[in-house]
């Protein structure tokens, strides 16, 4: 059964970066996507980014364009999530997610079978 792992969340000043990472174990989604999710304090969880292994095709928020960048390591089953000129707005939970979602439900959290922990991700000076 695969398991995904996240890393790399912690605390950072606004305008600051972080790269989370999350590796697959146990088998990829080299047909799928692996996506990365959020869930702030009383809020509910919403989609951030995805890629596609196959085509490398990527999505992004409209809320994060422009500052975060999705990619990935095919070798090592693992994508990242590059966070750059955060927000006090980004603090979060940060999950990450792999499926195979078809094109209309690629920013879906239903669309995702296999889901991490999370990682805690504080933007706060």
């Known amino acids: 059964q695969v398991q995904l792992i996240e890393s790399g969340g912690g605390l950072v000043q606004p305008g600051g970066s972080l790269t989370l990472s999350c590796a697959a174990s146990?088998?990829?989604?080299?047909?799928?996507?692996m996506a990365w999710f959020r869930q702030a304090p009383g809020k509910e969880r919403e989609f951030v980014a995805t890629k596609r292994w196959a085509t490398g095709a990527t999505r992004l928020a409209d809320s994060v364009k422009g500052r975060f960048a999705i990619s990935g390591d095919n070798t090592k089953n693992t994508v990242y999530l590059q966070m750059n000129s955060l927000k006090s707005e980004d603090t979060a939970v940060y999950f990450c997610a792999g499926g195979y979602p078809i094109t209309s439900t690629l920013t879906s959290h239903s669309a995702y079978r296999v889901w991490g922990k999370g990682t805690l991700v504080t933007v706060s000076s």
């Open positions: 146990g088998g990829s989604f080299r047909n799928g996507a």
